[in-house]
């Protein structure tokens, strides 16, 4: 298994391309088939989990073609509903594509997707809400079966958790459903504005979405269409806080600054300098990086829970203790006792990790435990004095397009083995 080696200790300056948005990618993948002909996705990043979905698509019946970031779906001829357990077991967010399955073919088959890293879960949003559009469902070993036969019907579905997948599978199954559909309390992420931009672009009719409420009146079918996906702004959290752990200063480009309005806070609280243009954001660290007082993960347009690992990673650093909450996913924290390795020092208690900063950390070989977890391995490795060995990254590719060659362009000493 492959492995990072980071010689830490090198301020980053220079410029970094923020890939797409894979939680962007994975949905509208999951959308194209609705569609009846090819559509062109650009944009989308060289990833595991893009893979992953390319394949269900694949398995499902579609031709698929990977080429420079553009990937382009046959959607014409769909023979299979039903995603195999060795493909849901490569991806827990494969459960995205069962609206999209099941509107179409009025049969959709899943393994139980069961937990992650981050802990179980559980898709019954998901669930009760594709019951409520008419969808029957039946559950055994280990397969979740839903029926449709005589299509989907619009309705109010009231959601008790701004899910981003349950609202997202809803748009999926509601775009082509009899009738309207109203989703309150909806996810606002704007990787679900993304997804709704693409299916309008098909001829879909959804409104309001990346607000709490979004009506989706039914459409008989939709077309294809060609789409640029939204940068990824989780990644250009992981850049912004490589930076501001090593002192650097970089300039992250193709970047929408408006969806990192919360993390920009965080960053600026703990000292950095920040300058938005209209796709681009430039930051700079301060010599030594400041306590945070409290930082709590929420649903969008609050902190996001997977900008956590990230900005906890930098706080390790800096002068004085920072609180963190976490809000979102119970398993969140595994990625701590890996940090500490690296001589942080990090209490946690359930949903509460309390961060006194130290003056400095040191090389030790650690593991990747999560995709944001890795990630903020990563953004230690780069300001621990030593040579860090970072296991298990497979976690890493699963959302970061040449994170070693990114890194390398900024200056820092690293490289994959
Ligand atoms: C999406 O996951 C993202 N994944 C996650 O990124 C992200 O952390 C999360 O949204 C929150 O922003 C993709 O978009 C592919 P949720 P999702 O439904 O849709 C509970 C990554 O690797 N819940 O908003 O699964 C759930 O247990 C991932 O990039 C239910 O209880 O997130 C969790 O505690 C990590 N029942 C919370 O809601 C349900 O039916 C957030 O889940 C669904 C969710």
Known sequence: MSKLIINGGKKLFGAVNIHGAKNSVLPILAATVL???????????????????????????????YK?????????EIKCSRIPDNLMRKMRSSVIFLGAILARCGNAVISSP??????????????SALK???????ENHGLIELNAPDGLVGADINLSFASV??????????VTARGTTVINNAAKEPEIVDLANFLNSCGARIFGAGTDTVTIYGVNQINCCCHKVIPDRIAAATYMAAAAITGGEILLKDVIPSHLNAINSVFEEAGCTIKCDSNSLYIKAPCQLSRVSCVRTVVYPGFPTDA?????????KANGTSLFVENIFENRFRYIDELCRL????KTEGKIAVVEGVNSLSAAPCKCTDLRGGAAL???ALAAKGTTVISDIYHIKRGYENITQRLSALGAEIKEI
């Open 68 to 76: 420079q970031g553009t990937i382009t779906v046959d959607t014409t």
């Open 35 to 65: 569609c009846h002909g090819t559509s062109i996705i650009h944009n989308c990043p060289q990833l595991s989990d893009v893979s992953a979905s390319v394949n269900i698509l694949k398995h499902l019946g579609c031709k698929c073609f």
């Open 132 to 138: 409520r559009l008419g969808a029957t469902v039946s």
């Open 308 to 316: 956590g690992p990230l900005i906890l990673a930098i706080l390790t």
């Open 343 to 346: 001589g942080a020092n990090v």
């Open 114 to 127: 069961g937990g992650c890293e981050l802990g179980p879960r559980p898709i019954d949003l998901h669930i």
């Open 165 to 174: 997948g349950a609202t997202e599978n809803i748009i999926l199954a509601a």
């Open 378 to 380: 990563v953004v230690a």
